[in-house]
């Protein structure tokens, strides 16, 4: 029997919301992606040039500490992956966090939340971040999506 995780990376809450329905709609764990250095609103400032979230975005090399290192992936088959989009991307915690595991032969499937903007080149971005990884296409998750949506959307993959 494969087993389920749902990681997920939240800035305010929005995200967390719909890992934590996502999880319960298949039966998964949860598992909070947390920044060493917790984001505060100033660092979400996208408007500021010099704030953090704007300065790590437009360095793509760019790859925040995490708070742990505690996910266990090894015991999981499929991973949902879950972000805010930041500039049309995921955060680059997302590929600090790909990059801290070895997902090898495992199926990685991203959701995002958005205030305007879709996936974008989100998939692209990811997947030197997890070689030999399954990375499928993901999708947008906003508004109030039902448990019985969003586990037909998870037993298509």
């Given at each position: 029997?494969?087993?389920?995780?749902?990681?997920?990376?939240?800035?305010?809450?929005?995200?967390?919301?719909?890992?934590?329905?996502?999880?319960?709609?298949?039966?998964?764990?949860?598992?909070?992606?947390?920044?060493?250095?917790?984001?505060?609103?100033?660092?979400?400032?996208?408007?500021?040039?010099?704030?953090?979230?704007?300065?790590?975005?437009?360095?793509?090399?760019s790859r925040p500490?995490?708070?742990?290192?505690?996910?266990?992936?090894?015991?999981?088959?499929?991973?949902?992956?879950?972000?805010?989009?930041?500039?049309?991307?995921?955060?680059?915690?997302?590929?600090?966090?790909?990059?801290?595991?070895?997902?090898?032969?495992?199926?990685?499937?991203?959701?995002?939340?958005?205030?305007?903007?879709?996936?974008?080149?989100?998939?692209?971005?990811?997947?030197p971040s997890c070689?030999?990884?399954?990375?499928?296409?993901?999708?947008?998750?906003?508004?109030?999506?039902?448990?019985?949506?969003?586990?037909?959307?998870?037993?298509?993959?």
């Open positions: 029997m494969s087993k389920t995780l749902v990681a997920y990376f939240s800035a305010s809450g929005t995200t967390k919301r719909v890992a934590e329905q996502l999880a319960e709609a298949v039966g998964a764990d949860v598992y909070e992606i947390k920044p060493a250095v917790a984001y505060t609103r100033a660092d979400l400032n996208w408007n500021d040039k010099k704030s953090r979230s704007t300065v790590e975005m437009n360095d793509p090399s500490a995490l708070a742990d290192r505690d996910a266990h992936v090894e015991e999981y088959d499929k991973i949902f992956v879950g972000f805010p989009i930041w500039w049309y991307v995921a955060p680059t915690i997302i590929n600090t966090f790909l990059e801290s595991y070895d997902f090898s032969g495992k199926t990685i499937v991203p959701f995002a939340t958005s205030g305007g903007s879709g996936l974008g080149k989100t998939v692209s971005r990811l997947a070689p030999g990884a399954k990375l499928q296409d993901g999708k947008l998750l906003n508004g109030r999506l039902s448990q019985q949506e969003l586990r037909e959307w998870a037993e298509q993959l």
